[in-house]
T-cell receptor, first 115, second 115 residues
Framework: AQSVTQLDSQVPVFEEAPVELRCNYS??????LFWYVQYPNQGLQLLLK??????LVKGINGFEAEFNKSQTSFHLRKPSVHISDTAEYFC?????????????FGGGTRVLVKP | GAGVSQSPRYKVAKRGQDVALRCDPI?????LFWYQQALGQGPEFLTY????????KSGLPSDRFFAERPEGSVSTLKIQRTQQEDSAVYLC?????????????FGEGSRLTVL
């Protein structure tokens, strides 16, 4: 079965500092990978996705993530955060298998940007 | 509509009561998903519809949970004889794709508290 592990439940960071949110997945088959963001009192929205091709993917609001197949990781980065990046971030994976596909989420990482 | 709409946003139920949660997906979206998000956790898959057909209900935690989408648009998640462990945010998501691609549009959720 597929699973997603987000190693940090909370990440405090100062404004304009870089941030990296770690995500590891387990799957023995091909995967699609996603990062979703949930701002306070809002629904989840797609930040970026990896389907195939270049392992470095860019998303909205200056975020990017790198797919590393050998390390089964898909870490999210932003070189300089803003106060408005305060939110919860979820890594998610679809592992394609004959029995059916599901979008499986990690436990989330709460980012608190401090002035 | 412009986005996925869920109602009620908040529901308090006494243990043993039945509840119904409604999801109005984006107009024309073929696929509809229900997720359960417990406090401090990532969303957990409950069930998936393609139009009116419920193709996957493997995530429903018990036979007290029932979902329907009779006309292929609005969906209702019903929980019978609610228990305290049912307390969670129930998320609905939709997609224009007739297959699972991982690119979902989420509603703001219905927060259920069972006393």
């Amino acid at each position: 079965a597929q699973s997603v592990t987000q190693l940090d439940s909370q990440v405090p960071v100062f404004e304009e500092a870089p941030v990296e949110l770690r995500c590891n997945y387990s799957s023995s088959v091909s995967v699609y990978l996603f990062w979703y963001v949930q701002y306070p009192n809002q629904g989840l929205q797609l930040l970026l996705k990896y389907l195939s091709g270049s392992t470095l993917v860019k998303g909205i609001n200056g975020f990017e993530a790198e797919f590393n197949k050998s390390q089964t990781s898909f870490h999210l980065r932003k070189p300089s955060v803003h106060i408005s990046d305060t939110a919860e971030y979820f890594c998610a994976v679809i592992a394609f298998k004959a029995a059916g596909n599901k979008l499986t989420f990690g436990g989330g990482t709460r980012v608190l940007v401090k002035p | 509509g412009a986005g996925v709409s869920q109602s009620p946003r908040y529901k308090v139920a006494k243990r043993g009561q039945d509840v119904a949660l409604r999801c109005d997906p984006i107009s024309g979206h073929v696929s509809l998903f229900w997720y359960q998000q417990a406090l401090g956790q990532g969303p957990e898959f409950l069930t998936y519809f393609q139009n009116e057909a419920q193709l996957d209900k493997s995530g429903l935690p018990s036979d007290r949970f029932f979902a329907e989408r009779p006309e292929g648009s609005v969906s209702t998640l019903k929980i019978q004889r609610t228990q305290q462990e049912d307390s969670a945010v129930y998320l609905c998501a939709s997609s224009a794709q007739p297959r699972i691609t991982g690119e979902l549009f989420f509603g703001e959720g219905s927060r259920l508290t069972v006393l």
